[in-house]
Structure formats: structure tokens, C-alpha cells
């Protein structure tokens, strides 16, 4: 599990308020890769920081009443034969591995807290927090482990506690709760049908905020947002609640497409979310300016430095998050800051005149002729998304260009260029396929790629979780798994 994903399966599993995973070793893997490379990472630090947070929540569970009377399905008290607490282990371990135990694991478990009981000499609930402690290091609880049988509908598919397991972690980064499990344990996740009943009923679920604030969060850049600053000095309007505003707004924006209903086709020209912190960013748009994703203040602030814009963020960040195209610096070429290309240490205060700079050289100018126009289409919108005219030092901004053959004015012009090359790719069904797999694509995805984004029709984010979820890759245990 991500740190993400740990919080929430403890937050939904034991009911506690905290959030032992903020506290876990960080490690340099960025967006889906923090997904796919998680095991790779397991260093001695984080392992015990496992078994710390394993201590401490199980304290936190028991010592609340609500918290404990949910783990204790019945009283371990009662009778000497060990049978209640072999069910509270049955229950517990059904959720925390998300799967039944098997009759060994049951015994281990149960030969535990009889250990507890005797050697150590603990209450019967004592012994039982023990053992939820003890379940919460088990790697079957912090990997998503898929080995169990094959379903029995078919050879080589996922049981139903494993769809169920991927179901609930692409949706809500978190484990299945009580109708998915009874679902996996009727055999009833099986069918195109079924799944697709089970997306529209998760994604309805507050829960669902975690797939707006991960899966696009990690694709988009926009989970950054808490931790990036602007420099409110030249920009007072700048603080803490504007910025939760733009993640409130940003993460509105993508439920629209998701349960809002609203087709991906629009992504590029859909109206903004209104938001009353926001408002003076928008106060100085001239009519018609401002609309879809390219001129969300979260997308124009994140893809800024602290203290000007920067066009070659915005490009780049567009090219390779939005249409999947990846833009590395030619090897071995060291390129300058902006003001270092000419000598010049000064504070950037026309960032277009300084980008000429760099495209003066041929070692910079294969990737800026290809970024710039994008990028400077956008520099009408300041570091924090505030609409602007002028520099700061009084010149004034042209965000005209041409790209693929097209002149424009300004991004307003430039967005039908890009519509028409973000519709003929599949780089949402990439990035989607992706996080719910956890792994890239390989050779033989590319096929099945085609078919996802070619049934998807650029309908809603929703119908393309859809077009995933049913997808053999998603449902099919990949070759060389099993026992």
C-alpha cells in the first residue's frame, strides 16, 4: 500500500482519526510510480515504522469503546475453548487481509493469543489487541498480495477477493467494506454486469473523493498543490486558504467528468467550479477568457515557480501528463536557468524575451520550439492564475504563436489544436490503466489500449473506469502469478 492507502485502510478498518503513514520514510518515486515501486522500498526504517504504527493504532482501537466493540464480536471472556476469540481473528483477519484466513492462518493466530494469555499473561482482550497488532505487520496486510485460487467461473481469473481488493483500492484507496465482500463471497464480481453496478455504486460514495485526490491527484500534478508556495510577497493574495481553494476547486472539476457527467471531450473548454476564495483571481478575465482545465489556478500555480511563470512547465507538463508524450532534454546538454542563458543574474521579468534567448541555441531550441508556443499561449495567467496584461516591469504580454501549422492569440485559440490531438490518443486509458493495475502498459497493453479508449468514446471518466475494470487485463491473473 502507498502512504495514502495505509491511511485510509486503518482509517476505515479500526475507525481511527490517525494517520501513521504521514510519519513514513518518503522515498523519490513520483506519481504512479510511488504505485508500482512500493515494494521495492521496503527499508529497514519503514518496516519499523510498520511495526510502531501496528502498536500504536491497536492501542488507539482498544482504548476507544465504539472503536473496540467493532474488533470484538463477541466477548473472549466468555468460555475457555478459545472459540470466540478464533472468530474475532475469522472477522478481523478477513478484513485486514482482505481475504478469508485459511484454517493454518487461523490456528497461528489463535496460538497467539492462547500465547498471550498464558505466557505473557494478558486479559482475554488484552491477548486480542496482541494479535490485531500482530495482523497489522502481516505482509498479507500491507501488500496487496494476489495468489489465491482461481475463480471458478474461470481458468486464470482473479477470485472474487481480489477483484473486490482492486475494486476498492482504484476507487477509494482503500479496503472493500461489507457489500463488496459479500459480493466476492457469492461469486458475484464475475460478469461485466456486475462490475460495472459495483463502479457506479463506489464511485457514489463519499469515499470516492480518494480516487479525485490520487489517481488524478498523481497523473495531474495537483496532490503537490499543499506543499507548493508562491512568493506572497509579490503576490499578496497568496496564503493557505487560497490554496486549499484551488484543490477544492481542481478536485470539483474532476468530479464533474467522473459523476457529474460530463464527456472527457469537454476537458479542455468545461466552465470552472465557483469558489468565493477564488474570485479575485477571475476579477480582471476579459469575457470568454477563461475556461477548461489549462486556466484552472491549480493547474497555472503548480505549473509556475514561486516567484514568475514558467512556459516550459506548462508545456511540458501538458505534453507529457495530457497526451502522454514524453519531452527529455537532449543528453548531456546542461541548459541554463532563464537570465543565466544570457549572462544575466537579474530577476526574469519578461519571461518570453528570455526564452529566445534559449531557442538561439541549437542544443535548447528542439525541445522550446516545440514548448514555447504552448507554454507562452498561457502567460496572460500569473504564478497564483491571476489574469494579467502587463510584466511586472510594464511590458506587455504576447501569448501569440503558431503550433502544428495553426496561429493563435492567446490559449483560447491554441485549445482547439489541442482538443483535436488529445481526442486521437489514448493517454487517459494509459495513465487510468496504469493506476489500477500498478504497472505501465507493456507490448502486448497496446492492443488492448486501442480497444478501452475505442469503446470509451471520450465519455465520462466514469465509463472509461468502466472500460478498465471489465478489461481481461484487470480481471486475469497476469502470466507466471498463481501458487
Keep these: 500500500m502507498t502512504a495514502s492507502e495505509y491511511n485510509s485502510t486503518v482509517a476505515h478498518l479500526l475507525g481511527t482519526s490517525q494517520r501513521p503513514a504521514d510519519g513514513f520514510p518518503a522515498f523519490g518515486a513520483k506519481g504512479f510510480d510511488a504505485n508500482v515501486s512500493a515494494l521495492s522500498n521496503l527499508s529497514p526504517v519503514l518496516v519499523q515504522g510498520y511495526y510502531d504504527a501496528a502498536r500504536d493504532l491497536a492501542e488507539d482501537a482498544f482504548s476507544d469503546e465504539a472503536q473496540r466493540a467493532k474488533i470484538l464480536v463477541c466477548d473472549p471472556a466468555q468460555g475457555a475453548d478459545g472459540v470466540c476469540a478464533r472468530e474475532i481473528i475469522e472477522r478481523f483477519g478477513l478484513r485486514a487481509f482482505r481475504r478469508p484466513l485459511d484454517a493454518a492462518e487461523v490456528d497461528r493466530y489463535a496460538a497467539q493469543y492462547t500465547n498471550a494469555r498464558t505466557a505473557l499473561e494478558m486479559s482475554p482482550v488484552q491477548a486480542v489487541q496482541h494479535v490485531v497488532r500482530t495482523l497489522l505487520t502481516s505482509p498479507h496486510f500491507l501488500l496487496r498480495i494476489e495468489l489465491g485460487p482461481d475463480s471458478a467461473r474461470s481458468?486464470?481469473?482473479?477470485?472474487?477477493?481480489?477483484?473486490?481488493?482492486?475494486?476498492?483500492?482504484?476507487?477509494?484507496?482503500?479496503?472493500?467494506?461489507?457489500?463488496?465482500?459479500?459480493?466476492?463471497?457469492?461469486?458475484?464480481?464475475?460478469?461485466?454486469?456486475?462490475?460495472?453496478?459495483?463502479?457506479?455504486?463506489?464511485?457514489?460514495?463519499?469515499?470516492?473523493?480518494?480516487?479525485?485526490?490520487?489517481?488524478?491527484?498523481?497523473?495531474?500534478?495537483?496532490?503537490?498543490?499543499?506543499?507548493?508556495?508562491?512568493?506572497?510577497?509579490?503576490?499578496?493574495?497568496?496564503?493557505?486558504?487560497?490554496?486549499?481553494?484551488?484543490?477544492?476547486?481542481?478536485?470539483?472539476?474532476?468530479?464533474?467528468?467522473?459523476?457529474?457527467?460530463?464527456?472527457?471531450?469537454?476537458?479542455?473548454?468545461?466552465?470552472?467550479?465557483?469558489?468565493?476564495?477564488?474570485?479575485?483571481?477571475y476579477t480582471n478575465d476579459p469575457e470568454g477568457g477563461r475556461e477548461g482545465f489549462l486556466t484552472l489556478p491549480a493547474f497555472l500555480t503548480l505549473s509556475s515557480r514561486a516567484d514568475r511563470t514558467s512556459p516550459t512547465s506548462r508545456a511540458k507538463t501538458i505534453m507529457e501528463q495530457l497526451f502522454c508524450v514524453p519531452m527529455a532534454p537532449p543528453a548531456n546538454v546542461d541548459i541554463p536557468e532563464l537570465g543565466a542563458a544570457g549572462g544575466d543574474e537579474a530577476p526574469v521579468l519578461n519571461v518570453r524575451q528570455e526564452l529566445e534567448k534559449h531557442r538561439a541555441s541549437p542544443d535548447c531550441a528542439s525541445c522550446h520550439d516545440v514548448l514555447d508556443p504552448i507554454g507562452l499561449s498561457l502567460e496572460n495567467f500569473d504564478p497564483i492564475g491571476a489574469y494579467r496584461t502587463a510584466y511586472p516591469n510594464g511590458d506587455p504580454i504576447d501569448a501569440t504563436g503558431v503550433y502544428g501549422g495553426v496561429t493563435f492569440q492567446d490559449i483560447s485559440g491554441l485549445v482547439p489544436a489541442l482538443m483535436e490531438a488529445a481526442q486521437s490518443g489514448t493517454c487517459p486509458s494509459e495513465q487510468l490503466f496504469s493506476y489500477a493495475l500498478r504497472r505501465r502498459p507493456s507490448g502486448e497493453d497496446r492492443t488492448r489500449l486501442k480497444g478501452i479508449t475505442a469503446r470509451w468514446g471520450g465519455g465520462t471518466v466514469a465509463d472509461l473506469v468502466k472500460q478498465v475494470v471489465i478489461s481481461e487485463a484487470f480481471r486475469l491473473r497476469a502470466k507466471g502469478e498463481g501458487r
Design 155 to 281: 481458468p486464470g481469473a482473479l477470485n472474487g477477493y481480489e477483484v473486490a481488493s482492486r475494486l476498492s483500492y482504484l476507487l477509494w484507496s482503500s479496503l472493500p467494506d461489507e457489500e463488496l465482500f459479500d459480493a466476492a463471497e457469492a461469486d458475484e464480481l464475475a460478469t461485466e454486469g456486475e462490475l460495472e453496478q459495483q463502479v457506479d455504486r463506489m464511485l457514489a460514495d463519499p469515499k470516492s473523493a480518494a480516487f479525485f485526490q490520487n489517481f488524478f491527484g498523481q497523473w495531474l500534478g495537483t496532490r503537490t498543490l499543499p506543499s507548493h508556495n508562491a512568493d506572497a510577497t509579490r503576490f499578496p493574495s497568496w496564503n493557505d486558504e487560497v490554496k486549499d481553494a484551488m484543490l477544492e476547486q481542481v478536485n470539483a472539476y474532476f468530479a464533474s467528468f467522473t459523476t457529474g457527467g460530463r464527456p472527457w471531450s469537454e476537458f479542455l473548454t468545461a466552465p470552472h467550479p465557483e469558489s468565493k476564495l477564488l474570485e479575485p483571481l
